[in-house]
């Protein structure tokens, strides 16, 4: 028998890799002869370098970079060396959780510490490059990124038109003189799950500004930026992607990655799979083993494990899902793929004690056994 894991990280508990490993060991009691590959799970969103890292035996690059209200904050990245590869997740450069609620201003937020770790990590040596970009506290349109990247923008008087939403109804025109020459030679792929434009009442500032300090006054202000942003990067590029799907994430850094970076945007899910070679190692699987801290009618909605279980029916293998709680809604992870779903806290506890990782590890390891004995 083969089985392949790949388990979503349990928040505040175990990562994907830890989880996995505990699958493993209940399998091996199980049936000590299975054939038992351990993959790393994520999505693009939070935990997603912590689990390459782990996952694809990466390093771990600490640096210090300017946050998102201009002040020096500590972040990370992953470096996968055997693939010439950083993983990045803009919030630790530019998220909201860095930022007090009492002190969110969108008029001045910055990504300019984005563009800060990927300029580090092209000149570290890295040309490939894996993105995510959820939960940012900017609504800069990505022009912070892009000025740490050497790109300027003037207003009218040939003046820097400064950080922040504020600047973009200021600019005037775009300088890419100074653009930075490893970009050329690198590929970025951006986990994007969103696929609102730019402008408009569907776009960044409408629809994710809010969370981020834009009041009701401030709207209109500030996507009257965002269209200006827009035209004068269609005038000097020649090209308008201010309506493609993504450009309005993360307060119009998608809008940034596709015109001025050449990214491509894709669905988390989609490009962490592929990042791991998950795909690889089903062609034979007998059982897929996948889960996540909460199994719920969300996850049926495409979260990591039922992109796990479409490409194990793809491969025609089997799908067992465990996870700490399950709700009555996640019956609909049935109907996407997942064959059976199993809780594994084995007796009334607190959240508490449930969370403690000796405690995870062990009712995993539990829970999967008995479900492979029956198998």
């Known amino acids: 028998?083969?089985?392949?894991?790949?388990?979503?990280?349990?928040?505040?508990?175990?990562?994907?890799?830890?989880?996995?490993?505990?699958?493993?060991?209940?399998?091996?009691?199980?049936?000590?002869?299975?054939?038992?590959?351990?993959?790393?799970?994520?999505?693009?969103?939070?935990?997603?370098?912590?689990?390459?890292?782990?996952?694809?035996?990466?390093?771990?690059?600490?640096?210090?970079?300017?946050?998102?209200?201009?002040?020096?904050?500590?972040?990370?990245?992953?470096?996968?060396?055997?693939?010439?590869?950083?993983?990045?997740?803009?919030?630790?450069?530019?998220?909201?959780?860095?930022?007090?609620?009492?002190?969110?201003?969108?008029?001045?937020?910055?990504?300019?510490?984005?563009?800060?770790?990927?300029?580090?990590?092209?000149e570290r040596g890295c040309r490939n490059f894996i993105i995510g970009i959820g939960g940012s506290a900017t609504n800069d349109g990505g022009i912070g990124m892009l000025k740490a990247l050497g790109f300027t923008f003037s207003d009218k008087n040939g003046e820097d038109v400064g950080e922040g939403g504020q600047a973009l109804a200021k600019i005037a025109s775009i300088g890419t003189q100074n653009r930075h020459p490893l970009i050329s030679e690198c590929t970025f792929r951006v986990a994007c799950d969103v696929n609102n434009p730019l402008c408009g009442e569907n776009g960044a500032t409408y629809i994710y500004g809010p969370q981020k300090g834009v009041t009701d006054n401030l709207k209109k202000e500030l996507d009257a930026g965002m269209a200006n942003f827009a035209k004068i990067t269609a005038d000097s590029l020649g090209q308008d992607n201010s309506n493609a799907a993504g450009a309005g994430a993360a307060g119009g850094l998608g809008f940034a990655f596709l015109s001025y970076i050449g990214a491509e945007l894709t669905p988390g899910i989609e490009l962490l799979l592929d990042a791991t070679g998950l795909e690889n190692e089903l062609n034979d699987a007998d059982v897929v083993v996948t889960g996540e801290g909460r199994l719920d009618h969300q996850t049926a909605m495409g979260k990591a494990p039922v992109g796990v279980a479409r490409l194990a029916k793809k491969h025609g293998a089997k799908v067992a899902a465990f996870a700490g709680a399950v709700t009555e809604g996640a019956a609909a992870c049935n109907d996407a793929g997942i064959d059976a779903f199993f809780p594994i806290v084995r007796g009334v506890t607190t959240l508490e004690d449930a969370m403690k990782k000796e405690n995870a590890q062990k009712n995993m390891a539990a829970a999967v056994e008995q479900v492979f004995r029956l198998l």
């Not at 694809?56 to 690059?61: A, P, Q, T, V």
């Not at 007090?100 to 092209?122: C, F, H, Q, R, S």
């Open 1 to 122: 028998m083969k089985v392949v894991i790949a388990i979503d990280s349990f928040k505040g508990s175990l990562s994907s890799i830890e989880a996995g490993m505990a699958a493993k060991n209940g399998i091996l009691k199980a049936k000590p002869d299975a054939e038992v590959i351990v993959k790393p799970l994520a999505d693009g969103g939070e935990g997603t370098v912590n689990a390459l890292i782990e996952g694809l035996d990466g390093d771990r690059i600490d640096i210090t970079v300017t946050g998102p209200m201009s002040t020096p904050v500590s972040c990370y990245y992953g470096l996968l060396k055997e693939t010439n590869t950083a993983v990045m997740e803009m919030a630790s450069a530019a998220g909201i959780t860095l930022v007090p609620d009492a002190e969110k201003n969108p008029l001045l937020a910055t990504t300019y510490g984005v563009g800060e770790m990927i300029k580090d990590a092209m």
